[in-house]
């Protein structure tokens, strides 16, 4: 007789929020455009998912995308700081969160940092080659040479206070984060989420992952950096960086969205299995991949009995 095995992995993607998926439109190559891509979350219960561009602000798109995906789950966006909206832009930010943006982040692809690993952001990967922009070699940080946050980074950090929406940290340095965090904290921002700390632009130590958690800062950890062109770690390296940073100061998401990967859906429910089968209880991933994320977004999940 056969055996029937019970679905984790399926029974944990209904509910389920990712906080960094890509879509078209978009300056890259996309795998689905993000009215696809909300109808696949729908189709298996998803809750919410966030879309994030390094281009354009993304909360007209989510709009849209709400408006057009019939019974759909709950579609966000927001914007990211970089030179494409005008860099540390507090009228960008402002605008974006007044209509609906749930996220801030700080510059990714215009981060000095990112530019400083990659030694230029004129390179055929990014796509935009052809542009032949002279400031594109121009990073972006929050502070200055003396540690100290820049004028118009303070007012965006108030902004992002005053409405309780999520700063997350892009592709800043550990050292632009740490002050960043302080800063933020100091301003009394309450919601902070540390973007792929293990990715390798940004190369955050665990122990920083860990007193940064302290401070009431959530670290993501990406489906992206067990694929195959993103590879950084194996999953029970993973798992055990997660455990060690906390359960409860922590999320999972994909950063899905290229065309050599799967789609975000699949890649979701994808990371849950592999999360599973190297040493997480299913109750852990549902705190990872549900409950902290609605916290962030301000939403409510359904109960799950799993």
């Not at 966006?77 to 005008?86: M, T």
């Not at 502070?143 to 902004?159: F, G, H, R, W, Y």
Request: glycine share 6%; proline share 5%; net charge neutral.
């Amino acid at each position: 007789m056969y055996k029937v095995f019970e679905r984790h992995d399926v029974n944990l993607l209904e509910g389920a929020i990712d906080l960094h998926v890509h879509s078209a439109p978009d300056l890259f190559a996309r795998s689905l455009d993000a009215i696809e891509l909300a109808k696949q979350a729908t189709t298996v219960g998803m809750r919410a998912i966030v879309l994030k561009c390094h281009f354009f602000p993304t909360v007209f798109t989510a709009y849209f995308v709400r408006k057009a995906v019939e019974n759909s789950i709950d579609v966000f966006g927001g914007i990211v700081l970089n030179h494409y909206v005008g860099g540390f832009n507090p009228h960008a930010v402002e605008a974006s969160i007044k209509a609906g943006g749930k996220i801030v982040w700080m510059p990714t692809i215009s981060a000095t940092n990112h530019i400083h690993h990659y030694k230029s952001l004129n390179r055929e990967e990014w796509g935009l080659k052809s542009l032949k922009l002279k400031s594109r070699g121009i990073g972006l940080s929050p502070i200055n040479k003396k540690d100290e946050i820049a004028p118009q980074v303070e007012e965006i950090l108030s902004i992002i206070a005053d409405t309780n929406t999520i700063l997350a940290t892009g592709h800043l340095s550990v050292h632009e984060i740490e002050i960043l965090v302080e800063e933020a904290r100091n301003l009394g921002v309450r919601k902070i989420l540390v973007n792929h700390p293990a990715f390798r632009v940004v190369n955050m130590p665990v122990e920083k992952q860990k007193e940064l958690a302290k401070r009431g800062a959530y670290m993501e950890h990406v489906f992206l950096l067990l694929t195959p062109m993103w590879y950084t770690m194996n999953p029970k390296n993973m798992v055990k960086m997660i455990k060690e940073v906390g359960i409860d100061h922590s999320i999972i998401a994909t950063d899905l969205g290229q065309i050599h990967n799967p789609s975000p859906i699949e890649g979701l429910r994808t990371f849950i299995q592999i999360l599973l089968e190297n040493g997480l209880k299913p109750h852990e991933v549902r705190t990872l991949v549900a409950e902290n994320p609605a916290n962030l977004l301000d939403i409510e999940i359904k109960k799950n009995e799993n």
